[in-house]
């Protein structure tokens, strides 16, 4: 991890793309309206080598009681180098410290991915809770 630099930034518009394009997430989100979801995030951070941005995360939510860790993402030439791991530790630090007494922390972990969150004591609560979205289709 020593050679990658972690700022607490968000990614410009251009960065997020280049990030979500890498592991093929394009066709899940709508880059005309990322710069706005951006810029309303509560927390983020970006991992850049050499400038080069190569991951990212960050916490969405209403800041007090619910909060959602979102787009932990590392391009695919830099996985497996802790990058995933250090974020989210920067994420679960900043909770511990700004999150509220019982406040609610989500994710949506990728398929496959569930033990590494498992590692913050993230769990599916199933059968007590059912995690449940929707996309709206316009």
């Excluded at 005309?32 to 509560?42: H, K, R, W, Y």
């Excluded at 787009?71 to 909770?95: A, T």
């Excluded at 972990?109 to 004591?121: N, R």
Aim: with cysteine.
């Amino acid at each position: 991890m020593s050679k990658y630099e972690i700022e607490n930034n968000a990614p410009t518009l251009e960065e997020y793309t280049y990030l979500c394009e890498s592991v093929g997430w394009t066709d899940y989100i709508n880059f005309d309206v990322a710069e706005a979801s951006l810029g309303n995030s509560i927390h983020c951070l970006t991992v850049k080598d050499q400038k080069q941005i190569v991951g990212m995360g960050r916490i969405v939510g209403d800041g007090a009681i619910y909060f959602y860790i979102q787009d932990i993402v590392v391009h695919p030439d830099h996985q497996n180098n802790g990058i995933g791991k250090e974020i989210m530790n920067h994420l679960v630090e900043y909770l511990k410290i700004y999150a509220s007494d019982k406040a609610f922390v989500g994710l949506f972990a990728s398929q496959g991915k569930e033990p590494f969150y498992e590692k913050y004591h993230f769990k599916d609560y199933s059968p007590n809770m059912t995690g449940m979205f929707t996309v709206i289709s316009k």
